[in-house]
């Protein structure tokens, strides 16, 4: 039976967008975590609880945490989830140690251009340069890191706009069936994902029942964050 009325909204935005299926299978994978709302919240509350062992807090709030920079806390926060840059990437990032500032002006004038305040579910068309300038950010910062560094590239930009990019790994492109091809097709998903009121409804429930069984605060964690968080951590 072919995929019907299965389509993420990019009205003005011209980005390959992901099929029907996937899109399917991608909701699908995310309520089906959802189906156990204990576990859900469990594992919401062991992410960011600031007394265990995941990093998901230090993640988000290792300072300083300046919008239009790129500083060692930014990237000693992405070793929090498992990745770093490598050594010539830092060196460009941080314009320490390398033979001129080039990448790391490049990288900065591309942060600068990313607004703080636009969300990955904003309306379109009108925040289509908003979007396109997350794109670029995103390239110029996995350009900055060298050889196809995709993952610790996908980490740092989210640090920086933790409600408009998600967090792409091996993990969670493998459990939603992302094609994984193109970023910003991948990106979109996250979007559609966080359009379904259902989804939206049970990423609520969850955080609220991880402060009130478990006593972990996420009342300032973004939904963005909540998902790619609950998919990684529910994985099989």
């Not at 049970?202 to 009342?219: F, I, K, N, P, V």
Request: glycine share 6%; hydrophobic share 45%.
């Amino acid at each position: 039976m072919p995929w019907i009325l299965i389509a993420v909204d990019i009205d003005g935005l011209g980005w390959p967008a992901p099929g029907p299926g996937e899109l399917e299978n991608a909701l699908s994978a995310v309520r089906r975590r959802m189906d156990d709302d204990s576990a859900a919240s469990l594992a919401l509350a062991r992410f960011y609880d600031p007394a265990g062992k995941y990093g998901g807090r230090t993640f988000l709030d290792l300072k300083p945490s300046d919008p239009s920079d790129i500083t060692t806390a930014d990237l000693l926060s992405v070793t929090m989830l498992d990745v770093a840059a490598s050594p010539l990437g830092v060196r460009r990032l941080l314009a320490c140690g390398g033979p001129d500032d080039a990448k790391r002006r490049q990288v900065l004038a591309a942060l600068q251009e990313v607004s703080t305040e636009v969300d990955i579910t904003a309306d379109l068309p009108k925040n289509v340069s908003a979007f396109e300038a997350a794109a670029v950010f995103y390239t110029q910062v996995k350009a900055a890191l060298g050889k196809n560094p995709w993952v610790v590239a996908s980490k740092l930009c989210a640090r920086k706009r933790p409600v408009l990019i998600p967090v792409r790994d091996r993990v969670v492109v493998r459990e939603l069936g992302l094609a994984n091809h193109d970023f910003r097709s991948d990106w979109l998903v996250f979007r559609y994902l966080l359009q379904d009121a259902d989804v939206l409804r049970g990423l609520d429930q969850a955080a609220s029942r991880a402060t009130a069984e478990h006593g972990t605060d996420l009342s300032r964690i973004p939904a963005l964050r909540l998902l790619d968080t609950l998919i990684w951590m529910m994985r099989p």
